[in-house]
């Protein structure tokens, strides 16, 4: 069922959508929330064109899912993508052309693979994981806080999604 | 309706031999296909391989320098977005660029077809049979992902692969619903556009399936042919007066094509625009005669256009 952000959710979202630095992007767009019996809430951007056909006639699928609401927002590989594209600031990490590979087989990062990204992230801190030409391939969480994420042969950070799990999951 | 069968000639079953179809399939290429030799040779090659820049994420010019500076040896098409790929040193659906989204693997064919359109930002358009969501996401990026886009598929396990492509490709203009596209009325919506692609025998690409050449029936034509009416008929009551419907099937069959928009061309206040791409539709076929006007009807074969097997039809509701 789609339905609009109440006001609890929509702070939440504020805050998380400052953190991520797309605030500003945000601020016109057209958000809604998709609720189903068992599942994690979704939250949705669509076109201002859809919505009233959405809320209306609530469709199976709509618009796109840039992340999930539990205590705070998780962004999907979506989402993940968008505030690549439209942030100038967020926390990140990059990585070489190994771990690019691996990550987009669902593996996480050793510390030796990350070879660059925002300075002195906080342990269980989530990330968006990008390649050299700053593309998003995955969301991550750190295992680890500042100069300890480049430990040697150890996962240093834990990939939670990437952009080849549909491709994977194909079928399934 | 029966699907025509033509008497065997010494042609026709030297022909269905030599290239291993039934020999009625090959005894109707004889009818329409022109230069029916080399079409038959053109379909034991691997088809030419297109992709479609996904214009939401990037440009075709950066697009391209990335996959030349993996190793692509690409080539232009008609189409602005739309390249063929002559070499590439890994699985075109398997690249990190393919995984962002940054293209959809797409025949030039299908890419006419959404091209057939007209589509311009903020309209309200209809796919109606649109899994695995090829021409739904090409059709969003020529919204430029605003107005409502509607994209209908019947088969739950196909939907899925809409929503992995429409979440690949960015877009946020799109809404899914699982139903059977002859019941689209119940959405009490009209459209701007509307692109059926319809389910069809697949005659344009039974070359690349060895097994179909001698499986494929003409009960298979009939079949699709009386879903396929069921279909337009459906479509061309939701499309606004002024509004576009275009039809498409990857068949060279005449009774999934030309007769299906006749029978529609009988009925409905419609005209067939033109199209500038592809070889004119089929007035004649067997007993059949068809409207002048299907000429302007578009056929596309392997030989004469480097796509797969296909068929295009712009139909205009007048007012
Ligand atoms: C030729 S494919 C469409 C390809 C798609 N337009 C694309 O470009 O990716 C035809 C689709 O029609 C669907 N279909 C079959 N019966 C249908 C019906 N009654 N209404 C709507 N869609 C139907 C099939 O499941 C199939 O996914």
Redesign the interface.
Known sequence: MFRKACRQELTILRRAFNKWGVFDFFVEKTILIKEEYHKDTEVY???S??EL??LS?Q???????VGELKKNFLP???GA??IARVSKNFPHIIVNEIA?RLI?YGRSVLGQSIVGGTENLNENEIILLL?RNR???GVGRTKFSGKYLFQIDIVTVTTLID??H??RN?GQ | MKTLVFPSTPESVGLARLYRYDEWIVNRFMQYVPDVYTFLESLERDPPRYIRTNTL?IDSKKLKSKLLSKGFKLKETALEDVIAVEKALYSI??T?EY???YYYIQDLSSCFAVEALDIGK?Q?VLDMASAPGGKTTFIAQKME????L?AIEPNPKR?R?I??N???C?????????MDGRQVSN?N?KFDRVLLDAPCSGEGVIAKDNDRRTNHKPEDVEYCALIQRELIEAAIKVVKPGGLLVYSTCSFAPEENENIVNYLLDKFDIQIEPFQYGNDGLVNFGDFHFRQDLKNTKRFYPHLHKTLGFYIAKIRVNN
């Open positions: 951007l669509l076109s064109g859809l056909i959405i006639r469709p199976n699928y709509a618009g796109l899912k999907s590989m979506e993508d968008l690019e987009l390649n593309e998003p391939i952009a080849g549909y491709l194909e | 994420k659906g398997a990190t995984l962002l989204g903020d309200t992902n605003t107005g409502c509607i939907v692969s929503l992995y429409i979440a690949r960015g877009v946020i203009n799109t809404c899914v619903f699982t959405l919506l």
